[in-house]
Nanobody
């Protein structure tokens, strides 16, 4: 059974930090671009970050560059999103996703193979 299980969301004040985790199972972790989308109420879904072991690349959206870092622990089939200096505009549901076509397709968002259930991140001012 394919699963992407997110954890680590929560509520913080402006300037705080959170680390999201996405644990993957049921598919070949190394063959997929895995990363994070977020969606805030009334806003379009936004690709935040992804990492591809096969392509040896990472992507961070300009809106979070310098504050968010993506990493992976391949032995644990887990991807992490370290979020620092959080701002109220980072408030959203964060979804982990995987795309077998790679990071470019991941960011387009039309070929995603698997999704997690989402985890809420709330940043208060």
């Amino acid at each position: 059974e394919v699963q992407l299980v997110e954890s680590g969301g929560g509520s913080v004040q402006t300037g705080g930090s959170l680390r999201l985790s996405c644990s993957a199972s049921g598919f070949s972790f190394d063959d997929y671009a895995i990363g994070w989308f977020r969606q805030a109420p009334g806003k379009e879904r936004e690709g935040v970050s992804c990492i591809s072991r096969r392509e040896d690349n990472t992507y961070i959206a300009d809106s979070v560059k310098g504050r968010f870092t993506i990493s992976s622990d391949n032995a644990k089939n887990t991807v992490y999103l370290q979020m620092n200096s959080l701002q109220p505009e980072d408030t959203a549901v964060y979804y982990c996703a995987a795309d077998k076509y790679g990071s470019s397709w991941f960011l387009i968002g039309s070929t995603l193979d698997y999704w997690g259930q989402g985890t809420q991140v709330t940043v208060s001012s």
